[in-house]
């Protein structure tokens, strides 16, 4: 199975294109008629809404939905959307001028000019919602429908011409056509990547010069602003040391003297698009005997996962294979003992690797259409973020990881199902590891995958980075 790193051209891609917000709304309606057979009338959308600050007069940040936005390519606050399914038309309905606010804000985006930058075929002011609802509905013929969002409607919008509402399909439509990315998505997404891997490398030039972790994370945010990704797609995890082992560290303020290692879990977002990237590297620019172990069976663990991907391949079967190889390597070095089928078999492993390999990367970081089972009784799947088979175009993480985290051990420990497995003198040598993850962001293709991401991976190529710094 073919899988390749060379840097995408997304420039040209981006350069004069618009979202293809259009070609969505279409794939949206066709999945609707597949669901709904005979469905006929217009989906109806709301971008997020402009909301203070509690006691405050300031705006909370701003975050446009991604429903929204996956139909209309549309970053502004305060918008609506309509999609005629039978006319093959869509009209976006931004705000219009409020004179009061201009003297503040400046002037606001024209119809003009957003037809211009919008992939839609009209525009109107959200003043004229209600005017065009009710004209689009009395055409329709008896038995049409507006399909929209439960609890993304606002109270002043009504429906009154349309014989039905439904409110159960297009949430759904909308999260299984995310899935698969066209050429423009994949574009963004390499981009943000880009940036974000940049980022990763300008930490490993800084790690052995900084006393705290914040002053990493400054690093990090100062790249993907300077670079025009300004959003981040989710909060950073700056871990060093032992706090490597919690997967979602959220202080990244811990003075990191006497340290190891540091696990950076960091990701930029361009136009609404995430990248997702984890490192974990040396903080003196050497690892040790017990680190380069570690590293190396995550590293094996993601390369023959990776090796493993193309269109069809179930992700579960994916899964099993990093535990199969999270399983040898930690035999090999001493921590886990006995039959290797037998410490499979008992879900011994989960000890070190608790999560799931990976999810698939979209508009959000743990993007939709992954059909995930937290209620699963085999411990190995509970939180494999994604269950079926990769379809070709879609984006996912490989995010193997082996962590010496003792809240989650110490149960195997004293559980004799699990700790005839464990060699508990040997796995005292590993806790200072803390935990090491390697993430990349691979977009799935017929015969193999493509990996959007190229930060510093390689053992030797990390250290020489850190060390020349």
């Not at 999945?31 to 809404?49: F, H, M």
């Not at 300008?202 to 990493?216: D, G, I, P, T, W």
């Not at 590293?299 to 269109?311: F, G, P, T």
Request: proline share 4%; charged share 25%; aromatic share 8%.
């Amino acid at each position: 199975m073919a899988t390749t790193t060379a840097r995408m051209d997304f420039e040209t891609t981006l350069k004069g294109n618009k979202y293809p917000a259009k070609r969505h709304a279409q794939r949206v309606a066709d999945y609707i008629r597949d669901k709904v057979p005979g469905a006929s009338g217009v989906l109806y959308l709301e971008g997020r809404q402009t909301k203070l600050l509690e006691d405050n007069d300031e705006a909370e940040p701003f975050r446009q939905r991604r429903y929204f936005y996956h139909l209309t390519g549309c970053p502004l606050a305060d918008c609506h959307y309509m999609y005629d399914m039978d006319a093959d038309k869509s009209t976006l309905f931004i705000p219009p001028i409020d004179p009061d606010s201009v003297i503040w804000s400046g002037l606001p985006v024209s119809v003009d000019e957003a037809k211009q930058r919008w992939d839609v075929d009209e525009v109107k002011y959200t003043s004229d919602v209600n005017a065009t609802l009710a004209h689009v509905g009395s055409s329709k013929p008896k038995g049409s429908s507006v399909f929209a969002i439960p609890n993304q409607v606002s109270e002043k919008v009504t429906f009154l011409e349309f014989d039905n509402k439904n409110f159960s399909i297009l949430k759904e439509a909308i999260e299984v056509t995310r899935v698969v990315k066209d050429e423009y998505e994949l574009a963004i997404m390499a981009k943000a990547n880009e940036i974000s891997s940049e980022g990763h490398k300008a930490v490993m030039q800084k790690v052995k010069h900084v006393q705290n972790e914040r002053e990493l994370e400054a690093v990090f945010l100062g790249h993907c602003i300077a670079k025009g990704a300004g959003n981040q797609a989710y909060h950073s995890i700056v871990a060093s040391g032992r706090a490597a082992a919690t997967l979602h560290y959220v202080p990244n303020n811990a003075d990191m003297a006497g340290k190891l290692n540091l696990l950076l879990d960091a990701g930029g977002e361009v136009d609404c698009y995430a990248s997702d990237i984890t490192r974990t590297f040396p903080i003196n620019g050497k690892f040790t005997k017990e680190s380069r172990e570690i590293y190396d069976i995550v590293l094996k663990m993601q390369n023959d996962c990776i090796a493993a991907l193309k269109e069809g391949v179930l992700w579960d079967d994916v899964h099993l294979l990093a535990h199969k190889i999270a399983i040898d390597g930690l035999l090999q070095i001493g921590i886990l003992q006995g039959d290797k089928d037998e410490i499979l078999e008992s879900r011994t492993s989960v000890a070190f690797f608790p999560h799931g390999l990976g999810h698939y990367l979209g508009m959000d970081t743990h993007d939709t259409g992954g059909n995930p089972n937290y209620a699963d009784k085999d411990s190995m799947f509970r939180y494999l973020r994604v269950r079926g088979r990769l379809p070709a175009g879609s984006v996912i993480t490989v995010e193997p990881g082996i962590y010496f985290c003792n809240f989650i051990i110490e149960p195997f420990l004293k559980d004799p199902n699990h700790s005839k497995y464990i060699n508990a003198d040997v796995l005292d040598k590993y806790w200072d590891v803390g935990g090491v993850r390697i993430e990349d962001n691979l977009v799935i293709t017929k015969d193999g995958s493509y990996n959007l991401t190229t930060a510093p991976k390689d053992p030797e190529e990390m250290e020489k980075i850190i060390q020349q710094s």
